[in-house]
Nanobody
């Protein structure tokens, strides 16, 4: 069973930064897509950013220029660097891993942006 463990969520002031991490319990060398989704209270889960094993990235329009997704294959870990956070970024952030026709989700990590 593949497990995804997220970390890095926190309370941060508007304009601040956070880095989320997602560690996968297996090698992520080839043939995968990983990413981050988020779900705010009362809203549907939405895509934030994706990265493929080939290094292609994609971002939701509302985070372009502020968020950066990256990976460390040696550590089986994907990161989400979030800058210029605003209250609208408050949500539970979920890690996503897809490979070989299977999809996996983490338990989520809470990000709260508030003064």
């Amino acid at each position: 069973q593949v497990q995804l463990v997220e970390s890095g969520g926190d309370l941060v002031q508007p304009g601040g930064s956070l880095r989320l991490s997602c560690a996968v319990s297996r090698s992520i060398l080839n043939g995968y897509t990983m990413g981050w989704y988020r779900q705010a209270p009362g809203k549907q889960r939405e895509l934030v950013a994706l990265i493929t094993s080939g290094g292609i990235t994609d971002y939701a329009d509302h985070v372009k220029g502020r968020f950066t997704i990256s990976r460390d294959n040696a550590k089986n870990t994907v990161y989400l660097r979030m800058n210029s956070l605003n209250p609208e970024d408050t949500a539970v952030y979920y890690c996503y891993y897809a490979t070989g026709g299977s999809n996996y989700w983490g338990q989520g990590t809470q990000v709260t942006v508030s003064s």
